[in-house]
């Protein structure tokens, strides 16, 4: 069984920073993508940083402020969370395309871990 395991987190204040890491382990074959998301109270779930293969991509309310990275030898994605404003504050969660064997790759998503930015 293929899992996500995240930590780091917490909380903080305006202007301070957090790292936050990701940790696939299980029967992996290869892994597509690894992906940081995010969710506030009463909006929807929105990407914040990816990282494939060969290229990278932010949302715009994160760009130069933070930085996705990517070990492949150790199954990790990190993202490291720069000058963090109030309106950072969600669960952040992990997403990963992986191909379990051979075949079919499938999504599989971190349990979710807080991250409060007071002012």
């Known amino acids: 069984q293929v899992q996500l395991v995240e930590s780091g987190g917490g909380m903080v204040q305006a202007g301070g920073s957090l790292r936050l890491s990701c940790a696939a382990s299980g029967t992996i074959f290869s892994i597509n993508a690894m992906a940081w998301f995010r969710q506030a109270p009463g909006k929807e779930r929105e990407l914040v940083a990816q990282v494939t293969n060969d290229s990278t991509k932010y949302v715009d309310s994160v760009k130069g402020r933070f930085s996705i990275s990517r070990d492949n030898a150790k199954k990790m994605v990190d993202l490291q969370m720069n000058s963090l404003k109030p309106e950072d504050t969600a669960v952040y969660y992990c997403?990963?395309?992986?191909?379990?064997?051979?075949?079919?790759?499938?999504?599989?998503w971190g349990q979710g871990t807080q991250v409060t930015v007071s002012s």
């Open positions: 997403y990963a395309e992986i191909q379990p064997s051979r075949g079919v790759a499938a999504e599989y």
